[in-house]
């Protein structure tokens, strides 16, 4: 029959010193084998591997006494204790707690054992209200922790890290600050996280991020000049302009947008070169990606990519006939925004009095909360339109120019990939058939 101790840290911050105590005093109290385990203080059953085997061998009977240095070594929930008490008793096997002089052999014994659990778990639950009083009273503060890249900490606030960080080859001294600025210019002018990367490591000589991390990196409020705790939470609670940023609020737009775009992209191979990239979606609700075909393989296509494996049509749309679709609806759309500008100024058009009218005829009908809806949902669009219609004759040609078909599909292929990812949402597309060009 063997005599066990069980030695336990609640986490790695603890140090080597706090298991080493905890082995010494075991060892001096008669272990003649020692358990040792780092866990968390709140860890489940089964995340405790080792305790849970030794516990396997109490049930069995291969265990004679263990020996722990208190109770929360083995639980901080009277429940778990209560039910491992209750193994001990069952197995015949006797418990020792060295700090809490534990008898299980006698009644007062078994008393004391449950009012010093629940007493545990008493002082674990005042310990984390404690905890996260701190951590309530360390938001309201607006107190920083954790800088990203580019910043440190000082006094509790974020600070731009200026303080030479690095020199490269060409005996250039860089800051973090600055790298962390040449990233951000980096990004905005090759639009991808991964040529971001490897320009960063040809560069620097070392790997700060690859792509995932360089993505969480370039999206963090903290270089907006924001501070943000739980950001990733759905109780993410920002404070607003509480430092300098390393990026301008129309930087991090930017930025939204092209990871936006990127991660919507469909093809294979190089079709993020196509503007129309990402806004090609199936009716079914998938993406469509670009394809080859035609003699040489020299006219693209856009087909639903379930149909490869047989989950969808197989029909196909040419690219040129897709772009035909969407510049035929900017131009309709450049149509109406010049028919407003080109409207009479100094009196409201029919579209406008008859919103006026609703508007009006429907505050005589009282307060109704539904009527309120309705109006409030009348007003913005009459704000819309009399913005729309008081255009000045200025901006007038700008607008027809867009009505031409010409000013749009002469543009460059960087231009237009920028251009219809502003101005177009989707194009759905099903067994070879245009079905909807949908504007934003």
């Not at 070169?273 to 003699?295: D, E, T, V």
Request: hydrophobic fraction near 35%; charge should be positive; proline fraction near 2%.
């Amino acid at each position: 029959m063997r005599i066990v101790g069980y030695a336990r840290i609640s986490t790695k911050d603890q140090g080597a010193n706090a298991m080493e105590q905890q082995v010494a005093r075991l060892v001096g109290a008669g272990a003649e084998e020692i358990i040792q385990e780092i866990e968390s203080a709140r860890g489940g059953k089964a995340t405790r591997y080792k305790f849970n085997q030794m516990m396997e061998d109490v049930r069995q009977g291969k265990i004679k006494k263990v020996i722990i240095t208190r109770l929360d070594r083995i639980s901080r929930s009277l429940p778990d204790l209560r039910k491992i008490l209750c193994d001990f008793q069952k197995s015949q096997c006797l418990l020792v707690a060295l700090d809490d002089n534990i008898d299980m052999e006698t009644a007062a014994g078994k008393f004391q054992i449950n009012m010093l659990g629940a007493l545990a778990e008493m002082e674990t639950d005042r310990l984390s209200e404690r905890i996260q009083h701190g951590k309530y009273h360390f938001r309201q503060k607006k107190h920083a922790s954790h800088p990203p890249f580019g910043y440190r900490v000082e006094n509790y606030q974020f600070k731009i890290d200026k303080q030479l960080f690095l020199c490269t080859l060409d005996q250039v001294e860089w800051s973090k600050s600055q790298i962390a600025c040449w990233l951000v210019d980096h990004y905005l002018t090759n639009k991808s996280l991964l040529g971001t990367c490897k320009a960063f490591i040809d560069k620097f000589g070392y790997q700060q991020f690859w792509s995932t991390g360089f993505s969480r990196w370039i999206r963090n409020l903290t270089l907006q000049g924001h501070t943000a705790y739980f950001p990733n939470s759905p109780k993410c609670e920002i404070h607003y302009n509480t430092h300098e940023p390393l990026i301008s609020q129309a930087e991090a737009k930017e930025i939204e947008n092209i990871l936006k775009f990127n991660k919507q992209l469909g093809g294979w191979g190089s079709s993020t070169q196509y503007p129309l990239s990402g806004l090609i979606k199936c009716k079914c609700g998938f993406n469509c990606n670009i394809s080859n075909g035609g003699y040489g393989g020299n006219t693209k296509y856009y087909v639903c990519s379930r149909a490869k494996y047989k989950q969808c049509a197989k029909k196909s749309v040419k690219y040129d006939d897709l772009e035909k679709a969407i510049v035929e609806k900017l131009c309709d759309r450049a149509v109406e925004v010049a028919a407003l500008a080109t409207s009479n100024q100094s009196e409201d058009s029919d579209e406008i009095k008859t919103l006026k009218n609703q508007i009006s005829s429907l505050k005589s009908m009282g307060k109704n909360p539904i009527i309120l809806s309705a109006i409030k949902e009348l007003e913005n669009e009459l704000i819309n339109k009399s913005y729309l219609s008081k255009i000045v004759p200025a901006n007038k040609d700008l607008v027809f120019a867009f009505s031409q078909p010409s000013c749009w599909l002469g543009a460059s292929a960087s231009d237009k990939k920028r251009v219809y990812r502003e101005l177009v949402d989707s194009v759905v597309i099903f067994d070879g058939v245009i079905l909807e060009v949908l504007l934003k």
